[in-house]
């Protein structure tokens, strides 16, 4: 079955780090845009960066800016979110998806209205003292 897993959630105090993984089962990871998204409790689900299949084309929500880095390193078929600085309102469960094609750029993968390939089954994170 291909699918994405994610994984490096966890609890972490304001102002701490953590880095998630994404990495696929099944299939590579090469030719795909990445993207990470997340969802708080009764909150719509939002894109926090995206990054395209040769991370030459990269794209943060504003929220992020600064705190999280995206990153690929093709060779071990995986995708990162290294999160530093963290707040309270960093608090979602967070999900990667994939979407083939070397014309997917970050902007494009970040975008919603567009139907994904893959999806992980997604990682908690939560922000607290």
């Known amino acids: 079955q291909l699918q994405l897993v994610e994984s490096g959630g966890g609890l972490v105090q304001p102002g701490g780090s953590l880095r998630l993984s994404c990495a696929p089962s099944?299939?590579?990871?090469?030719?795909?845009?990445i993207g990470w998204f997340r969802q708080a409790p009764g909150k719509e689900r939002e894109g926090v960066s995206c990054i395209n299949n040769n991370g030459e084309s990269i794209k943060y929500a504003d929220s992020v800016k600064g705190r999280f880095t995206i990153s690929r390193d093709n060779a071990k078929n995986t995708v990162y979110l290294q999160m530093d600085s963290l707040k309270p309102e960093d608090t979602a469960v967070y999900y990667c998806?994939?979407?083939?094609?070397?014309?997917?750029?970050?902007?494009?993968?970040?975008?919603?209205?567009?139907?994904?390939?893959?999806w992980g089954q997604g990682t908690q994170v939560t922000v607290s003292s």
């Open positions: 099944g299939f590579t990871l090469k030719y795909y845009a």
């Open positions: 998806a994939a979407d083939w094609g070397p014309h997917i750029s970050a902007q494009m993968m970040c975008d919603l209205s567009r139907a994904q390939d893959y």
